[in-house]
Structure formats: C-alpha cells, structure tokens
C-alpha cells in the first residue's frame, strides 16, 4: 500500500516538475521574443522618433543628436588633391593673413611677418556635413573638420631692441565648423553666382612656439604676446560672422559682406555669491564683456574690493553682426593687482533668445567654461539687463539710451536747424561744424520724479524667538543716497504697508533702487534681506507693478509698485 501511494506521489510531482518547466520555457520564450521584438522596433527609430517618445531637457548633457552625415569620400579625395592644395593655397594665405598680423602686432614688436609658410603633407579630415536651411534664397553647408598638421611655419619678428627671432609655430591641432554659403542661387551654371566661407566655430586651436635655436622663455611676455596675436588675428579675419567672398558670376555682392544690423544695450547690474579666490580678505572682482573677443570690442567694468556680491550698475553698447548667431559672454575675474587676474566664472546670453525693443531682466549662473556642460560647483550668479535694438526700427520702439531719448520740440528744431545749417554751409564752413560737432557729444539725462508704493510682504522669514518679526522697509537710492522708510508691523510674517513715496532721481538711466527689509527690535535691528532694481524698466514702461524675491533671504517677497514721471535734460561732455 505504502509503496501505490509513495508510486502516485512521485508520478504526481514529477508531471507538476515537467508542467512548470515547460511553462517556464515557454514564458521566456515569449519573453525573448518580446524583447526582440523591441529591440527590432528600436533599431527602426529616427532621431525624430526618439525625441517625440522623450523630449530633449531629459537626455542628460552628453548625448547629442548630430545632423551631420559622414564624409569618408571627401576626405579620400582630398589626401589625394593635398599636395596641389597646399602648394596653391599657402601662398594665398600668407597674403592674406600678414597684413591682420601687422594690424593685431604687440607693441614689443616691431615687425611680425612670415619667412616660411607651408600647410604640410598631413590633410585636414572632415567628419560631417550639414546643410543649413536659410528661406531659399541660398544653400548654407557646415563641414566640421579636425586637422593634426605638420606645417612649416616660422615666422620672422623684430623687437623694438633691435633683435631678430625666427620664431616656429608647430604641433597644430584644429578642430573646428566651416561654413560655406551659395549665394545668390541663379538660372547659369553653376547654379549660384558666389561663395562666401567662413569659421563658423573655433571648437579647439592647439600650437606651440619655439625659436629656431633658441630658447622663447628668454624675453619675457613674448610667447603670450605671439599667441593672443594670432588668436585675435584668426578672429578678425575670418570667425563667423566675419566672411570671406569669392565672387563666382561676374556681379556686384555687397550685400553678402559683413554689415551691422543693430546694437546691443547692456546694463552689468550685480552679481551675487561670488566664489572667493582669496586666501585673505574676498575677491576684488571685476566683469569683462564681449559679443566678438577682439581687445577693440571688449568692454571691462570697475573692479569692486573686497566684496562677493558686488554692484556695477555699468551701460554698455555692442555692434550686432548677426544676432541669430552671437552670444553675448560675461565673464567674472578676481583682481590680482600685478598678477594675472583669476577667472571666477562665465556665462553667455543667446542674442536670439531677446526679443528686439523689450528690455530682459536676466540672472546667469557661472560656469568654469562654455565648452563644459557638466560643471555642478556653484560659482556665483550675475545680473544683466539687456535691450536689442536692430537698425531701421527706430520708430518701433524707444531705446532709453540712444542721445535723442525724450527730446523736447525746442531740442528736436534746434537739431534739425543744425542740420540745415550744416548742409547750406560751403565745404570749409561744413568742415569746421563737423569737427566742432565730434568734439561735443551730447549725452542723454533722464531726469525725472520716482513714485514708489510699498504694497506688502509674503512669506518673510521668522527673527524674533516667537516666531514672528516687526518688519519694515528702508527704500534709498543708490547715487542720490536719499532714504525713506515705511512704518513698523508688528508680529507680522505677510505685513501690508501702503506706503507711496517719491524721490527726484537727477540720472534715472544709471541710479538704482535698493529695497531693504528690516526686523525692527526694542535694542536695535536684523536684516532680513533687499531687492536691487534698476530703472530701466519704469522708464521705458511708466510704471509697472510686481513682485520681487529678497536676496540674502530664505524665503520672502517683496510687492512694488513704480511709476516714473520723466524730466529730461542734456548736457555736452
């Protein structure tokens, strides 16, 4: 009996062992198959498809969609057509090179040209093509390209003391996007009438200097000197937007050279939380501005001592060549006195991202470099308003800073009257006006009554051991120093002032309002926290109300109400 049942239980288990089994087998079956299946569907993807299922601010920052395609043909036939480039086009470089040398020559030098220049027997790879699409009147293609030369290039200067250097420049390594336009497209062959090329982007530029038999290191400042030379003489000769035109049909293409299409207007307001470079005492820091990293178009504010959340309040102009392009970069140095000063951060602004005539109030965060997109260190945050003005929409919009803002009738015959004058006088009358007109710049002063209404508070941060906080404001003016205060509430988080009051501002364009909020106490105070604001927004706007965060604060904001009441007036310097 013990031995049918011991007989049954084992024919039993040993058919649910095989059921399981089988079921098992057949589940990753199934399971494989669906992962094939996924895998396969996967394969099938575009880019487009990828994006739609997850858009691009969830990719992290290394994964980039490349619409380039690859360009093995081109750079098998160019090492074959290498040697008759190198031969043809070194000598039209040269040329065309040494006379921006000349132009960007350090002032130890006296003379800076070349002795030798060769491309050398290594040619440049392209990696990818894209083709750009610009509306149709033209065909815009962007080849990235990476070159390891061995080129033979020495150049020969002279210093002011009379010595003579062969200087060699070796071991370049480029990588970097050209851009090539087809423009105008015609019904001739070969279908377009000229080519313009240019360095669209400058992604790394490598050499070394050394002197023929000799030792750089010797006269001091000299390597420095040679490097920004030719970095500053590659930007002006030919970094987009700047563009070279090779005229293809016979016609005039003007309008395909570099022009300006507006002016930037940048106002450096502040910058907070600064990284201290300082072993003792804070960083002196000071910002340094450009659209195009040439010395000539580089603004440098003051430098602020001893301070981590300096205050500039400083107007700048820019030339705009193509705003779809260009970036506005702000970068933050400590000053070192004698020595070199130490980068702090940077930060850029897209000047396409600015709608024209609308001013943009903007908080960057510092990076260590543009070219790195994975820098989490905290480094500080700068403040800049920014108005873009393009040429031809002066009667659109009004720009606060151009020198005939808010003329009066009298003011505006007046100048018209010059004008007039200028144009009935005879040549040597006309001459004599122009240069007295050069000598006196006439500059824009807004002058005018600010109307400032304290609303309320919201969420201010607890001071007293209770809980709560007496809070108050203090409004003072940055340039005038004139001060008004509201009244004290009470044990109040979320207090409501009311309070209107009014300052006569003598430079409305380059003074500030600094709102202060105060916990007031029976043996003195406690800060809680300001806003700065400019007033370039209430000049332009006439008033405006709105909510401001407190800096220096853990929480709270701060609700105002600005009206401008405008006085202009002029005065030459």
Request: charged residues 25%; proline residues 5%; contains cysteine.
């Amino acid at each position: 009996m013990g031995f049918v049942f011991g007989l049954v239980v084992g024919l039993v288990v040993g058919l649910g062992i095989i059921v399981g089994f089988v079921r098992s087998e057949n589940a990753r079956s199934k399971l494989r198959s669906e992962l094939a299946t996924t895998i396969a569907a996967f394969a099938r993807m575009t880019v487009e498809d990828s994006k739609k299922i997850l858009p691009a601010e969830f990719y992290p920052s290394w994964v980039v969609f490349s619409r380039r395609q690859k360009l093995t043909w081109l750079n098998h036939h160019l090492e074959k057509l290498w040697p008759y480039v190198n031969e043809a086009a070194s000598e039209l470089i040269k040329s065309s090179v040494e006379p921006v040398l000349e132009q960007y020559r350090p002032f130890i030098l006296s003379s800076l040209k070349f002795s030798k220049f060769t491309l050398g027997t290594v040619a440049p790879q392209f990696t990818g093509v894209s083709i750009i699409e610009d509306g149709g009147s033209g065909v815009t293609m962007e080849l990235e390209m990476q070159w390891d030369a061995n080129s033979s290039i020495i150049l020969a200067i002279k210093t002011r003391l009379g010595v003579a250097l062969p200087v060699q420049v070796k071991n370049i390594g480029f990588t970097g996007v050209f851009r090539l336009i087809f423009r105008p497209l015609v019904d001739e062959f070969p279908g377009f009438a000229a080519v313009s090329y240019s360095l669209r982007e400058k992604k790394k530029l490598d050499f070394t200097l050394k002197v023929v038999g000799g030792d750089i290191s010797t006269i001091p400042g000299l390597s420095d000197s040679i490097e920004a030379t030719i970095h500053d003489a590659i930007e002006d000769s030919i970094t987009w937007p700047v563009r070279k035109i090779v005229p293809i049909l016979p016609g005039d293409y003007s309008e395909l050279e570099l022009k300006p299409v507006g002016t930037l207007e940048v106002k450096l307001v502040q910058a907070k939380g600064l990284t201290n470079k300082d072993l003792i005492g804070k960083s002196d820091p000071y910002a340094v501005l450009f659209v195009r990293p040439l010395p000539e178009k580089t603004k440098k504010s003051k430098t602020i001592n001893n301070d981590l959340n300096p205050i500039w309040n400083e107007h700048f102009e820019f030339i705009v060549e193509d705003e779809s392009t260009q970036h506005l970069v702000v970068r933050i140095y400590d000053d070192e006195g004698i020595q070199s000063s130490e980068l702090i951060g940077c930060a850029q602004v897209r000047l396409c991202e600015l709608e024209p005539g609308k001013v943009k109030d903007v908080w960057l965060k510092l990076v260590k470099d543009l070219d790195v997109q994975r820098d989490t260190k905290y480094r500080g945050q700068v403040q800049l308003e920014l108005l873009y003005c393009p040429f031809g929409m002066e009667n659109v919009f009004t720009n606060p800073f151009a020198p005939n803002f808010s003329m009066t009738s009298l003011e505006k015959v007046l100048t018209n009257g010059e004008k007039a004058l200028k144009s009935g006088a005879n040549g040597t009358e006309a001459i004599e006006l122009e240069k007295d007109a050069s000598q006196k710049r006439r500059e824009v002063i807004i002058r005018g009554v600010l109307s400032v209404t304290v609303i309320l508070a919201e969420n201010l941060p607890a001071s007293d051991l209770m809980g709560k906080a007496d809070p108050y404001v203090v409004l003072t003016m940055k340039k005038s120093e004139t001060r008004n205060k509201t009244r004290v509430v009470n044990d109040c988080l979320n207090p409501i002032w009311n309070q209107t009051f009014d300052f006569v501002v003598e430079d409305g364009l380059h003074d500030m309002l600094i709102a202060e909020v105060w916990d007031h106490d029976t043996f003195g105070k406690d800060y809680m926290g300001r806003c700065i604001l400019t007033l370039t927004r209430v000049i332009l706007e006439g008033e405006y109300r709105d909510c401001f965060e407190l800096d220096g604060a853990k929480s709270g904001k701060l609700k105002l109400h600005l009206k401008w009441m405008p006085q202009p007036i002029y005065r030459d310097t």
